[in-house]
């Protein structure tokens, strides 16, 4: 069971995603989920799209493991708040799950991109050539991560954002569904870039920032 399964911890919107992008791949013939509380569990079970997949709860990820489960993918979406991706996904390392990149059939990856493990690129998005993303990382639907990029650990690019050539982003940042992020920007560690923004200027860490021109948020 070991090569041809996988776990997926978290559900939600995000992990129906997932299941889709897995099961229109074919690279695996058991899907798992796990759900993060008994509470939630029973919810999982009601949902049509999820229900038959589901197959226990988040403290019982090492039962599942020593039962045979040696994959594993965190299918939790994170918006602003990576800590609890992040906790999951170290959880998972440490008691010895491997950690795939998935990729949408429909996505297009270019030459010469490294993906970090437990990475998710989703339908349509588009890495070209050069580029480099970490672990844990979420490219959404139809993003588009142009070459020679250096995407941070569990950054969160969401649906239709554009991020041009030589751009860097700081890991645990979060970019907004149809964001522009101009060639050469740095964005910083822990930041969020609204819905929509035009981003033509560097962003430190820890900001909130919006709008076109994309500028930071005064507490």
């Not at 993060?36 to 009601?46: A, C, I, M, P």
């Not at 998710?120 to 993003?143: D, F, H, M």
């Not at 860097?168 to 970019?175: A, E, F, L, Q, T």
Request: proline residues 2%.
């Amino acid at each position: 069971m070991e090569h041809n399964s996988i776990l997926l911890v978290g559900g939600g919107g995000h992990c129906h995603s997932v299941i889709d992008s897995i099961a229109i791949d074919g690279c695996y013939e058991r899907i798992g989920v796990v759900a993060k509380n008994d509470s939630n569990f029973v919810e999982l079970q009601k949902d049509g799209q999820i229900s038959e997949y589901v197959v226990g709860i988040d403290n019982e990820l090492e039962l599942l493991y020593k039962a045979g489960w040696k994959l594993a993918f965190v299918s939790l979406g994170s918006i602003g708040n990576t800590a609890v991706r992040r906790n999951i996904f170290m959880n998972l390392k440490q008691i010895g799950y491997g950690l795939p990149v998935i990729v949408d059939p429909s996505a297009i990856i270019g030459r010469n991109t490294i993906i970090g493990a437990g990475t998710y690129v989703g339908k349509r998005a588009v890495v070209n050539s050069g580029t480099v993303i970490g672990e844990g990382a979420i490219i959404n639907s139809g993003a588009l991560v142009e070459h020679d990029c250096i995407i941070g650990d569990f950054v969160h690019i969401s649906p239709g954002a554009t991020v041009c050539g030589g751009v860097r982003i700081g890991n645990d940042s979060h970019v907004g569904a149809s964001s522009v992020i101009r060639q050469s920007i740095r964005i910083g560690q822990k930041s969020i870039v609204g819905i929509g923004s035009v981003v033509v200027s560097d962003l430190p860490d820890n900001v909130t920032a919006f709008g076109n021109p994309c500028r930071v948020e005064q507490i």
